[in-house]
């Protein structure tokens, strides 16, 4: 089993940043990638972006492309760097593992969640 502890969310006005972590713990060798993804109310949870284990190979929604950056160190932290915010981004941040090769796009692909973090962007 993998645990994953998200921070790092909070209240930002529009064009702020706000990064935040995922820290992964318990069976961290079978992880295969990391993703972020997001829920707004009333919405389904979508894609956000994701890097590969291996080789940092990244993964990004158009939505987000040149505003936020994902990276990973170490000891088993990936991260969300998010730049220029707006109101639109306002939801609740997951990270998840995946723990095989395929699409990197789909909740369906990850296995473990987190438990999120709220990121409110204020216009």
């Given at each position: 089993?993998?645990?994953?502890?998200e921070s790092?969310?909070?209240?930002?006005?529009?064009?702020?940043?706000?990064?935040?972590?995922?820290?992964?713990?318990?069976?961290?060798?079978?992880?295969?990638?990391?993703?972020?993804?997001?829920?707004?109310?009333?919405?389904?949870?979508?894609?956000?972006?994701?890097?590969?284990?291996?080789?940092?190979?990244?993964?990004?929604?158009?939505?987000?492309?040149?505003?936020?950056?994902?990276?990973?160190?170490?000891?088993?932290?990936?991260?969300?760097?998010?730049?220029?915010?707006?109101?639109e981004d306002?939801?609740?941040?997951?990270?998840?593992?995946?723990?095989?090769?395929?699409?990197?796009?789909?909740?369906?692909?990850?296995?473990?969640?987190?438990?999120?973090?709220?990121?409110?962007?204020?216009?």
């Open positions: 089993q993998v645990q994953l502890v790092g969310g909070g209240l930002v006005q529009a064009g702020g940043s706000l990064r935040l972590s995922c820290a992964a713990s318990g069976r961290t060798f079978s992880i295969y990638a990391m993703g972020w993804f997001r829920q707004a109310p009333g919405k389904e949870r979508e894609f956000v972006a994701a890097i590969s284990w291996s080789n940092g190979n990244t993964f990004y929604a158009d939505s987000v492309k040149g505003r936020f950056t994902i990276s990973r160190d170490n000891k088993n932290t990936v991260y969300l760097q998010m730049n220029s915010l707006k109101p306002t939801a609740v941040y997951y990270c998840a593992d995946k723990d095989y090769s395929g699409s990197y796009y789909f909740t369906k692909e990850y296995h473990y969640w987190g438990q999120g973090t709220q990121v409110t962007v204020s216009s």
